[in-house]
């Protein structure tokens, strides 16, 4: 009883306010990361160097006036947040966070669950999120967001291609579908799979930016062309449930990466037994600090540059990364074949 | 007991979801029941122990085609609902047609199964919990013919496509 309902139902109210905290701080960390890029000081009044920044926020939007425009289709228009959130956070459940902790003397394995199918569930989990936006965009019955919706719609299923294609080269490297065992494949090969798949991580990055809508591939959402795009009628609560989704897909793409590329919560150089001393770091601490360094990332790259044109975007999404990722599982389908002889 | 409850109940929502599919007047709302349909369709999947075609009913049905369809219905824009055809006895008939074919077809399987039950599908095999590597040796192996055959038509359907879009090649 303990185990099967308990234990997995505190482990997934700590995953889901650790993350909506972190979103909280990562919108401030965004700001302060352009601040400083843009020699700016960012958000400084609300405490300390501006550090209660989010709860105003989160207070302001808790506060201001919910509009639902008259000619809106009312029950898709309340539906389309809620579709874009909750995908976003169903996805987390396969996350690995960290090794298997013992609390109390009971071995705890510091995920919800570990799916046989776990990467394939992700890719399932995410391809449902894209009808939240397109819905949002055509329930809203106004010219902008209707336009911002496809974009959005066709940048996803677009890029979805490619971000799949990049998991099968990795589940061809680790010979498993599973989270878990996609990490425990990178300790016994002794290796990150950044160093196997370099050419994957590079399109995995590419398209990940695109997949949760992020500078340099922001159109759906483009200011200059589309006001605000499929977000454009919403407002208070709904509108910061679109915000909280952007930012949770973030944390998500993030933490795939860091599992499938660059060890989860492994410690760097596990093999190595001089460096023993890393042990004294929690599974999960690394799992947190490389989360996080890919996420700055993402805000590195928005403050670093401008927006790609939309045949541009697709351009790139069909033309160079879907090829490559399809010539990157042939080759290390082969490299695979050739080794076990 | 509490499997033949769960059974029946993903079933009352499929059959719900898909009779709100046919009757709703928006081809939005329409297209929407079809997703959740297709989300119960994969819980059912899932809960017979097949969770690889669970995910796959989710990515390929509910992700991929039907979100196509949301995009033809969006750029077409119906703000009216279909008309009914002007035939209404033509329409009649070709109902009477489709049902009685469907009644023969349920008629003829109920038959087959009393007449030899069990005859006419390979002895299933006994199934891992584990079963997304079982489900590709089988793909590759026993069924190989049918898969490539597949991903054959899958092909001319994609170069079919292209040749309609852009005639002028």
Do not use: C
């Not at chain 1, 989860?264 to 001089?274: A, Y």
């Amino acid at each position: 009883m303990i185990d099967l309902l308990v234990i997995p139902l505190i482990k997934i109210v700590i995953v889901l306010t650790g993350v909506l905290i972190t979103v909280m701080y990562l919108v401030l960390l965004e700001r302060k990361v352009q601040a400083w890029v843009q020699t700016r000081l960012g958000p400084m009044r609300v405490g300390p160097h501006g550090v209660l920044q989010p709860v105003a926020d989160v207070l302001k939007l808790f506060v201001k006036e919910d509009i639902t425009p008259v000619r809106a289709d009312k029950s898709v228009f309340m539906l389309a947040p809620i579709i874009v959130l909750v995908p976003a956070l169903v996805a987390l459940a396969v996350i690995p966070f960290g090794d298997t902790v013992s609390i109390f003397g009971k071995p705890v394995p510091l995920y919800i669950a570990d799916l046989n199918i776990g990467l394939l569930y992700v890719v399932a989990v995410a391809s449902i999120g894209v009808y939240g936006i397109i819905l949002a965009g055509w329930s809203s019955n106004s010219k902008y967001p209707l336009l911002g919706g496809l974009r959005s719609s066709a940048q996803l299923i677009s890029y979805e291609l490619a971000v799949t294609l990049t998991f099968v080269s990795v589940v061809l490297a680790s010979g498993s579908l599973s989270m878990v065992d996609i990490i425990t494949a990178q300790k016994t090969n002794g290796v990150w799979f950044a160093f196997v798949q370099p050419v994957a991580l590079f399109i995995y990055t590419v398209a990940a930016l695109a997949e949760t809508n992020r500078a340099p591939f922001d159109l759906p959402e483009a200011e200059q062309e589309l006001v605000a795009g499929f977000h454009t009628e919403y407002s208070g609560m709904r509108f910061a449930l679109f915000f909280l989704a952007e930012y949770a897909n973030m944390i998500v793409v993030s933490a795939i990466a860091t599992t499938l590329f660059f060890g989860g919560w492994l410690r760097p150089f596990p093999n190595v037994t001089m460096l023993w001393f890393l042990d004294y770091v929690p599974s999960w601490m690394w799992f947190v600090v490389k989360t996080f360094l890919v996420l700055y990332l993402f805000l590195w790259i928005r403050a670093t540059l401008p927006r790609y044109r939309y045949d541009q975007l697709m351009r790139i999404g069909w033309k160079l990364l879907i090829p490559l990722a399809i010539a990157n599982i042939i080759v290390t389908a082969a490299v695979k074949v050739a080794l076990s002889y | 007991m509490g499997q033949a409850l769960a059974f029946y109940t993903l079933a009352a929502f499929i059959l719900g979801f898909g009779v709100l599919v046919i009757t709703a007047r928006n081809t939005v709302h329409s297209i929407m029941f079809l997703v959740a349909d297709f989300l119960f369709i994969a819980a059912l999947y899932a809960f017979q122990g097949a969770p690889f075609v669970a995910v796959i009913q989710v990515v390929v049905y509910a992700g991929g085609i039907v979100v196509l369809y949301l995009f033809v219905v969006m750029l077409v824009d119906l703000k009216r609902p279909p008309e009914a055809h002007q035939d209404r006895r033509r329409r009649g008939r070709l109902g009477m047609v489709v049902s009685l074919v469907v009644l023969a077809e349920l008629v003829a399987i109920a038959a087959y199964k009393y007449v030899s039950p069990g005859a006419g599908l390979p002895a299933a095999r006994p199934l891992e919990p584990d079963n997304v590597a079982q489900v590709g040796m089988l793909l590759y192996t026993d069924y190989l013919v049918p898969f490539e055959l597949a991903s054959m038509l899958l092909l001319v359907a994609m170069v079919g496509a292209i040749v309609l879009a852009r005639r002028e090649l």
